[in-house]
């Protein structure tokens, strides 16, 4: 099918092209139409947090308009009290004549006298206050310039994602733009030619346009996240390079051996676009094992992923055969003259770096393996300790003035930070006995150090329209990862909303808000974690073990592939439950991993892995079906894909530490783990661990239950001659 596809794109080069090009203009155009369907708290609800927002949800309580605040505190020493006075007076003054200003409240004294808080309470939709706060916070800075020896800061919701969104923007825009001149630099290092160089990331591009389109489409059925369009744009660059990669590579490799173009195309779509096929279906296998989490989350990223992912490969199957056909030889130009003579030299494979790293491998497979794998197992040990928590407000940047606002503004007003959320669901006639409870439960947590004291006017209990759902607020001084914040949700869910709500007829309720969202969502992780790996390492055998005819390969494959994702999760946990490297990579250590990371990074991780390994072993097996001995193949296969592997990786490694340089710690953790895994990946497993398994194995690779053997002549057993192997000292030339 490769080779029929790719000879009618060779052979009408211009029709190829221009089908592709409107494919993705009808699907970029189309999906915009279409419109983006969000997720809504229903489709986000995970445990009894969950519960909480979806009976709140349901209720139909009005929207809470947009608070911001005004927080005014001493520079140094004690707050003067008329001096405070004075400026939050002249702040409301300023600040009633603001556009876009509802109403702005009378100043609130902190309990320990330590500052003075004006809330301003913003018009229009709430969603979108933090673009319209700007004029507020221009007069709270005229109003700092009137009273310079105070502190005087603009705090609250919407200053806060003004200011993140521009420090985030910005570092996300840095980091889109940065990895599309590396990925090319990259590229022209690996192929010495700039239209070379060009082609792959042309590819990439245009699939991750098509695949967006798509993905807008598709969240009218599977409501979308606010990471896919990330996730898309993160796969689809590293899928589409690689795919093109392995393609042009072995394209230029066969003109290299004399053959004409559209020969050369036609074994390069035999070869590569065979493994291209089979390492796309392996990803999407693997990310279609999201689906089981129950997340939509997961669901949305899921589909996002699959869409670039078939797309790069029906693209590299179709458009790219057709693009090398009509360019010919001008693929090599122009030649950047150095760099040229380097890939030229090394079009083959056979370099004499990797003869060396394979020689203990080869010579020496027992002692290479055992210590090879023992090293990663060492590295995967600490993965046991790991810790699952979502960042909290306390892991957002600081070299923000809002952020550090912020942390004047909860050390004065403690209710102001981590709070629970108390939803209480019972029939209207019992709103009264509902109400008393939750303030009866509101007093029972004052003098108990887990809670903040409760501020002036007693608790704020909401009560939806119908009189039928009732909401309280408990706050702990604590941060929201804490383990006395954990003690604190623990005491309320076990002790006192139990207590306090027994006896009330009809009544349900559920607790929520930060703390309980690590909680319930760190529980789901651990418990869809192993259902969702053993469906996708079942699959990956099946269809590894039928590609290959092997069920050894498989077996070989889901070893190795599981070795890569260990050693990842245990370099996490080094890196980000240590104590070593805050400093050293400039984060502040939340001694946990983000929630969602080991779940994503493992479908993530075992697709690309895949991809390395496909191409390879699928190198290795020509080989051996020519009747080449393994051990000799291992060698030939290896030499011969190391370059294309090694500069592939080379790109996805560089691309995730790019975005291992922006603010926020998931994203960190993210690219750290991701380019971590791609370059073990790449290196140790691949040039190591599978050389020495494979030659330990021997012809025993390739063996296969009598179903699963192919017929005739591409039996491997029946072209591999039945004398032993010969001692190798290493690859031959």
Request: proline content about 6%.
């Amino acid at each position: 099918m490769t080779v029929r596809m790719a000879r009618w794109s060779a052979e009408h080069p211009w029709r190829a092209i221009a089908l592709w090009v409107v494919f993705v203009a009808v699907c970029f155009v189309g999906g915009n139409s279409a419109g983006l369907k969000e997720a809504t708290p229903q489709d986000d609800a995970i445990g009894e947090a969950g519960r909480a927002y979806v009976m709140i949800d349901k209720a139909g309580f009005a929207d809470e308009p947009a608070v911001d605040n005004v927080l005014i505190t001493a520079r140094t020493g004690k707050l003067d009290t008329a001096a405070a006075q004075k400026a939050a007076a002249d702040a409301t003054t300023k600040l009633r004549t603001v556009t876009g200003v509802a109403e702005v409240g009378k100043p609130i004294p902190a309990n320990d006298g330590s500052a003075l808080l004006v809330p301003i309470t913003m018009a229009g939709d709430p969603d979108t206050a933090a673009d319209r706060v700007e004029p507020l916070r221009s007069a709270t800075a005229e109003v700092q310039a009137t009273h310079p020896e105070l502190r005087v800061e603009q705090v609250g919701g919407p200053s806060i994602g003004k200011a993140l969104d521009d420090t985030l923007g910005e570092d996300f825009k840095r980091a889109e733009i940065l990895s599309l001149p590396v990925t090319l630099a990259i590229l022209i290092l690996v192929f010495g030619a700039l239209i070379a160089a060009g082609v792959p990331v042309l590819l990439a591009l245009s699939s991750v346009a098509a695949a967006m389109g798509l993905s807008t489409l598709a969240s009218h059925l599977v409501p979308s996240s606010d990471a896919t369009a990330s996730v898309i744009l993160l796969i689809g660059m590293a899928v589409g390079v690689d795919y093109s990669l392995f393609y042009v590579r072995r394209e230029r490799e066969e003109r290299a051996k004399g053959r004409g173009h559209v020969d050369a195309v036609e074994i390069a779509a035999e070869t590569s676009g065979h493994a291209v096929v089979v390492s796309g279906t392996a990803v999407i296998i693997a990310m279609a094992g999201l689906f089981l989490a129950g997340d939509s989350t997961f669901s949305s990223l899921a589909v996002g992923s699959i869409l670039v992912v078939a797309v790069a490969v029906l693209g590299s199957l179709t458009v790219l055969p057709a693009i090398l056909a009509k360019l010919g030889r001008w693929v090599d130009r122009p030649r950047v003259p150095l760099l040229w003579r380097l890939s030229a030299r090394n079009s083959g494979g056979g370099s004499r770096f990797w003869r060396a790293v394979l020689h203990p491998a080869l010579r020496w497979p027992v002692a290479t393996l055992l210590v090879s794998v023992l090293a990663l197992l060492a590295l995967a040990v600490p993965a046991l300790g790991m810790n699952l928590k979502f960042p909290g407000t306390e892991d957002l940047p600081r070299t923000t003035p809002a952020m550090q606002a912020y942390d004047r503004l909860t050390a004065a007003y403690p209710s102001n930070g981590t709070n629970h959320l108390i939803a209480v669901s019972a029939p209207a006639a019992s709103a009264p006995a509902v109400q008393a409870a939750l303030k009866n439960l509101a007093q029972s947590t004052q003098g108990d150090r887990l809670f903040a004291p409760l501020e002036q006017g007693g608790p704020d209990i909401e009560v939806s329209p119908d009189k039928t759902v009732s909401v309280l607020h408990v706050a702990t001084p604590f941060s929201s990862r804490s383990d006395e914040a954990s003690d604190s949700l623990h005491r309320l869910r076990s002790d006192l909303v139990p207590a306090a709500l027994n006896g009330v007829p009809g009544v349900t309720y559920a607790v929520g808000g930060g703390v309980a969202d690590n909680e319930d969502y760190a529980e789901h992780i651990w418990r869809t974690l192993p259902l969702v790996a053993g469906v996708v390492l079942l699959l990956t055998f099946l269809m590894m073990a039928w590609t290959f005819r092997s069920v050894v390969v498989a077996a070989t494959s889901i070893m190795l592939n599981l070795l890569s994702v260990g050693a990842a999760y245990g370099l996490l946990v080094l890196v980000f439950q240590g104590s070593w490297a805050p400093d050293l990579l400039g984060f502040t250590s939340m001694d946990a991993i983000v929630s969602w990371l080991p779940l994503f990074l493992f479908v993530v991780l075992f697709g690309l892995s895949m991809d390395y390994h496909v191409f390879v072993v699928s190198r290795i097996r020509e080989a051996v079906l020519r009747g080449v001995p393994t051990r000799e193949a291992v060698a030939e296969g290896i030499t011969g894909s190391a370059g294309t592997v090694s500069s592939a990786a080379l790109v996805m490694v560089a691309v995730f530490s790019i975005f291992a340089t922006l603010s926020t710690i998931d994203m960190k953790q993210l690219g750290i783990g991701l380019a971590a895994a791609i370059l073990l990946d790449a290196t140790i497993i691949r040039a190591v661990v599978l050389p020495s398994a494979m030659t330990l194995l021997g012809k025993a690779n390739w063996w296969a239950p009598r179903f699963m053997r192919p017929r005739g002549r591409h039996t491997a057993a029946a072209v591999t001659p039945p004398q032993p192997e010969p001692e190798l000292v290493g690859p031959r030339s």
